[in-house]
């Protein structure tokens, strides 16, 4: 009785505080919220401004178009085309990206020997721009002369050269394990930083009570990392979905679009065929799909934090 | 003591400096030049026509600024867009017409004097003018040729190059026969100008890129070129999987000694000369199917309409950029043909052999059509060429399909 009493005085008492305080701190706040509503907003109406009308390939706003630009997206099979292959190359590349990265991060959350060194070289990657890392990749696999249908050749493997940038059969699947490879750095640093808050005596206790090392991980590692796994996975989410160098420097979206996602897609729409009004009805559609990821994001984060608390 | 005279100083010399550069700069009549990278020595041959055209023109400052080619049409159409478009821009010459049809470059017609037109080699100047009207000049000028390992032919028994597409077919069978790992007939099929590397083929059947307002790509001598092409690569006459060689990769394999016979441009050469000095090569026209063709490229220097300099900005093409002197050392530094009549009499010129197999083709050469959305037909054409090549779909379907979409661009 007396503790809710207490609690209503001082609630009250920080309602009063807020409200002579509520004005002058808006108005501090004001010319950066202004700013960001700027910046965030003006792109988003001009996008959209585009997309409702015929633009030409040098931005000159002609007459108003409706939905024209979005029908013509829908009439075009390699529209369809690049939006399956983005799903598929998202879901693949951060859902291997994940399962690689967890068992990464329990290992350099062991202490063994030389621990330091591993994660420095786990982390080094991250440090190399994603057009390099590609460039890299592109020269390996040449058909002809790269290093990797060497290693192959000497290996006894193949016994002619094999062009794997060639088909999409074999350019796709490369192009996803390269995603996920440059995505690891990151996705390990984020789960390793959720390992080490989960303090060592929770293991003790339970290594006393007789639970095997997999019962561990299923039933403890797992669900205390739950909140950084879904950050990972929504934040790989978007940058994966958004990527661009790897499969620009590698194919190009070739053969005959065949490895064009969604991003590569709207370049060669925007840069090369000067559609720059398709292109934004185009990235409106895409800015649409990652929106739904952003809220996924922030109910999970919302829920994590509820359950915390 | 000497602190407070080192502030005076530096107080003075600022006030100098405030008072004296707005002075320069309103006197200066500035022009800035785009310039496409064609090699490392690019710039430096403009900053020559620079110093030239200065040292005449003190009260002229011209700005260059250095774009690949890759971004050179995404740069040029931000800057338009942003209205802050340059005074003179080198484009590809297949861009012009969206520029014309835009009213973004300035038809050079009343500037051109007829003895400055009559310089020019008549082909060259052609695919800048737009429905009578010029709307630039012609700064490089390629054409295509068949370059062919003199000793690879000769192992397997040809000592004349093949003339015909049969003898191409017939050359790198048996330079394939022989055995010594290397391929009869580079075949491109990646990334920009697969379409083009297709083009030879079409063109020497007879067919045309556009007929009648619409794509030609579908005719009967497209489907027999196609047909040629993915025959030779079935039959293991190029190197395997071509959708996974783009031009370089291509190249290098004719480089190495590994291709008998490629389809290039001149400056195929000058790379042979410095990568690989000992291949012993030659070159030959591109081969024949019912008829002779190449395919002619130019790229076109233009003044923009937003200029406020037109007029210097074109004595500037006409007194430097275009002077004789200039334009020898562009054309034989970056290895391209001459575009004037002077150059061509140029003793660097006259007495390459070589070169003359370029030049000799120019007669039957076939310049891009200038038609709207060049970019996207040649991307749908090399799309259905990469199905074709993969085996994923038979010439005639692919290339009626890739038509109907270039008809729908080239309409719009």
Redesign the interface.
Request: aromatic share 10%; net charge negative; charged share 20%.
């Given at each position: 009785m007396a503790l809710s009493v207490d609690r209503t005085a001082h609630g009250g008492a920080t309602r009063m505080l807020d409200r002579t305080r509520t004005l002058p701190a808006l108005l501090l706040i004001l010319p950066s919220l202004v700013l960001c509503l700027w910046i965030i907003g003006y792109p988003i109406y001009d996008v959209a401004h585009t997309s409702l009308h015929s633009v030409?390939?040098?931005?000159?706003v002609r007459n108003f178009a409706g939905f024209a630009n979005f029908e013509k997206l829908f009439d075009d099979p390699i529209f369809y085309g690049s939006l399956w292959r983005t799903i598929l190359w998202t879901v693949t590349v951060v859902g291997g990206t994940i399962l690689l990265s967890i068992p990464i991060a329990v290992m350099l959350n062991d202490d063994f020997f030389g621990r330091g060194v591993a994660r420095v070289i786990v982390m080094l990657p991250w440090a190399i721009s994603l057009a390099m890392t590609a460039i890299v990749w592109r020269w390996s696999l040449?058909?002809?002369?790269g290093m990797f249908n060497a290693t192959l050749f000497q290996l006894g493997l193949i016994d002619?050269?094999?062009?794997?940038?060639?088909?999409f059969d074999t350019a796709f699947p490369i192009e996803i394990a390269i995603g996920i490879l440059v995505s690891i750095p990151f996705t390990s640093t984020v789960l390793l930083g959720g390992l080490s808050s989960i303090p060592a005596d929770v293991y003790e206790a339970a290594t006393i009570d007789g639970a095997t090392g997999w019962q561990r991980f299923r039933y403890m590692t797992l669900p205390l990392m739950k909140p950084f796994l879904q950050i990972a996975i929504v934040l790989n989410v978007i940058n994966v979905f958004n990527s661009f160098p790897i499969i620009w420097v590698l194919?190009?979206g070739?053969?005959?679009?065949s490895t064009d996602i969604l991003v590569t897609y709207l370049y060669?729409l925007a840069?090369?065929?000067?559609r720059l009004d398709t292109a934004a009805a185009m990235s409106l559609i895409m800015f649409a799909i990652l929106l739904l990821f952003t809220a996924a994001y922030i109910a999970l984060a919302a829920r994590s934090t509820e359950r915390e608390a | 003591m000497n602190r407070r005279l080192a502030v005076m100083m530096s107080g003075v010399a600022a006030t100098a400096l405030l008072a004296l550069s707005p002075a320069f700069a309103q006197s200066k009549t500035e022009i800035r030049v785009i310039v496409a990278h064609y090699s490392d020595h690019t710039m430096g041959i403009f900053q020559g026509m620079e110093s030239d055209f200065e040292a005449a023109h003190p009260d002229v400052d011209i700005k260059l600024e250095d774009v690949s080619w890759d971004n050179l049409?995404?740069r040029l159409?931000?800057d338009?867009?942003?209205g802050t478009a340059p005074d003179i821009a080198i484009i590809g010459t297949r861009w012009l017409l969206?520029y014309a049809a835009?009213d973004?470059a300035e038809p050079i017609d009343e500037y051109m004097t007829p003895e400055f037109k009559a310089k020019f080699i008549e082909a060259f100047l052609e695919p800048s003018v737009i429905d009578g009207v010029t709307y630039g000049l012609p700064i490089a000028a390629s054409a295509r040729a068949m370059y062919y390992n003199k000793d690879l032919l000769a192992n397997a028994g040809f000592n004349e190059p093949p003339k015909t597409w049969d003898e191409v077919v017939k050359a790198a069978q048996a330079v394939k026969d022989k055995g010594e790992g290397a391929y009869g007939f580079g075949m491109q099929?990646?990334?920009i100008e697969t379409d083009i590397y297709w083009y030879y083929a079409l063109w020497t059947h007879g067919g045309e890129l556009v007929q009648d307002g619409k794509s030609g790509i579908d005719s009967e001598a497209g489907v027999k070129a196609a047909t040629l092409y993915k025959s030779m690569i079935d039959q293991g006459l190029t190197?395997?999987?071509?959708?996974?060689?783009n031009r370089q990769?291509m190249e290098?394999?004719f480089k190495q000694g590994?291709a008998a016979m490629i389809l290039s441009g001149p400056w195929l050469r000058g790379q042979i000369k410095s990568e690989a000095p000992n291949l012993n090569y030659a070159l030959a026209p591109i081969p024949v199917g019912t008829t002779q063709a190449t395919y002619g490229v130019t790229d076109t220097i233009m003044i923009f309409k937003s200029s406020e300099h037109k007029d210097v900005a074109w004595q500037f093409l006409e007194e430097t950029a275009f002077s004789d002197k200039h334009r020898v050392e562009f054309s034989k530094k970056e290895g391209f043909l001459p575009v004037m009549k002077a150059e061509a009499a140029d003793p660097t010129f006259a007495n390459d052999e070589q070169l003359q197999a370029f030049t000799g083709m120019l007669p039957y050469a076939k310049f891009a059509p200038l038609i709207p959305?060049w970019?996207?037909a040649s991307?749908a054409a090399?799309?259905?060429l990469?199905?074709i090549?993969?085996g994923?779909a038979e010439p005639q379907a692919a290339l009626t399909e890739a038509a109907e979409k270039i008809n729908e661009a080239i309409q719009e």
């Open positions: 030409n390939r040098f931005g000159v040449n058909g002809q002369y002619g050269p094999v062009e794997w940038l060639a088909s194919t190009q070739e053969p005959a679009n060669k840069f090369r065929y000067g | 049409q995404q159409t931000t338009i867009a942003g969206d835009n973004i099929g990646k990334e190197q395997p999987s071509p959708t996974g060689s990769d290098s394999l590994r959305n970019e996207l991307d090399t799309a259905a990469q199905r090549y993969q994923q």
